[in-house]
C-alpha cells in the first residue's frame, strides 16, 4: 500500500539508533525528506549520510532537546530547509537519575520536549493542512509496570497530553496520536542489558507475552508510519498500543 508520504516531511528526535532510528529508515524508504536530531557527532553524520544516500533531503544535526530553546531553533531550521514540515516524532526521553532529579528528567524529556516540540511545530504543520505528531510512550504508562518510578507516570502524562491536543489542534488540519510500545527488543537497549545482565527478569518477561517474543524497533515504526501517513487521515487522539497482548487491559 502506497502510504502517500513521497514529498512529505518528517522530524524525528533521537533517531539515529532504536526506534528512533527505524522510524527514519522507513519513512525515508517511503520517500519522505528527513529531520532528526541527536546528542552524538559521530552518530549524526553517520546516520545523516545513510538516509540520503537514498535519494531524499536530509537536515541532521547534534541538538539536546532538552535545550528548549535549540530544539525550537532546530525545527525551524529543518522545515525552511526541507520546504516545510508535516510530521512530528517526539522520541526521547528523560534521563535515569536518582531521587527528585529523576522525576525532573523525566518530565524534561517526555513532557517539556513534547510540549516545545508542538509549540515549534504547529505553525509550519498548520501551513501543510495536513500535520501529524506522534508521540511515543509505553505501555508502562498504562498498567503498573516494575515500580512506581517518573518514566511510567511521565509517559502516562504524555498520553494524556496529547489526546487533549488532539481536540485543539484538529481544527488546524494537524492529528496528534500517542504510539505505546511493549517489551522491544533492540541491540545495546534496556531489554539487551537485562537478557544479558537479568536473565530471569527476562525470561519471565518473555513468558508473560502471549505472542511468546519480544518486538522489534521496525515493528513500532511501521504503525509510526502509518499514522504519519494521508492514509490513517481520520485517526487522532488515539494511543497504539504495540505489544503482542502483554498488557492484561481490554481495550475498547
Not at 27 to 46: T, W, Y
Not at 73 to 94: K, M, R, Y
Request: aromatic share 6%.
Amino acid at each position: 500500500m502506497d502510504l502517500q508520504l513521497s514529498g512529505k516531511t518528517a522530524l524525528v528526535t533521537g533517531a539515529t539508533k532504536g526506534i528512533g532510528r527505524a522510524i527514519i529508515e522507513l519513512l525515508s524508504d517511503e520517500g519522505c525528506n528527513i529531520a532528526f536530531c541527536a546528542r552524538n557527532a559521530d552518530e549524526v553524520a553517520s546516520t545523516k549520510d545513510a538516509i540520503s544516500a537514498k535519494g531524499v533531503k536530509v537536515c541532521g544535526e547534534i541538538v539536546d532537546v532538552m535545550d528548549g530553546d535549540a530544539y525550537k531553533s532546530f525545527i525551524d531550521q529543518a522545515a525552511n530547509e526541507l520546504g516545510g514540515l508535516n510530521v512530528l516524532v517526539s522520541n526521547v526521553s528523560g534521563g535515569n537519575a536518582a531521587g527528585d532529579q529523576g522525576w525532573i528528567n523525566q518530565f524534561n524529556g517526555n513532557i517539556l520536549t513534547a510540549v516545545h516540540g508542538v509549540e515549534a511545530a504547529t505553525p509550519h504543520m498548520e501551513k501543510s493542512g495536513d500535520g501529524s505528531i506522534i508521540m511515543i510512550s509505553t505501555t508502562a504508562a498504562l498498567e503498573k509496570f516494575m515500580n512506581a518510578g517518573p518514566y511510567n507516570a511521565m509517559k502516562a502524562g504524555l498520553i494524556q497530553y496529547a489526546g487533549a491536543l488532539a481536540h485543539e489542534l484538529a481544527p488546524k488540519g494537524i492529528r496528534v496520536n500517542t504510539v505505546s510500545p511493549g517489551p522491544i527488543m533492540i541491540e545495546g537497549g534496556s531489554w539487551d542489558m537485562i537478557q544479558k545482565n537479568m536473565a530471569a527478569l527476562y525470561d519471565s518477561t518473555v513468558a508473560s507475552i502471549p505472542l511468546g517474543r519480544m518486538g522489534s524497533a521496525d515493528e513500532v515504526a511501521a504503525q509510526v508510519a502509518l499514522l504519519a501517513s494521508p492514509r490513517a487521515g481520520f485517526t487522532s487522539g488515539t494511543n497504539v498500543v504495540i505489544d503482542g497482548s502483554f498488557t492484561q487491559r481490554i481495550q475498547f
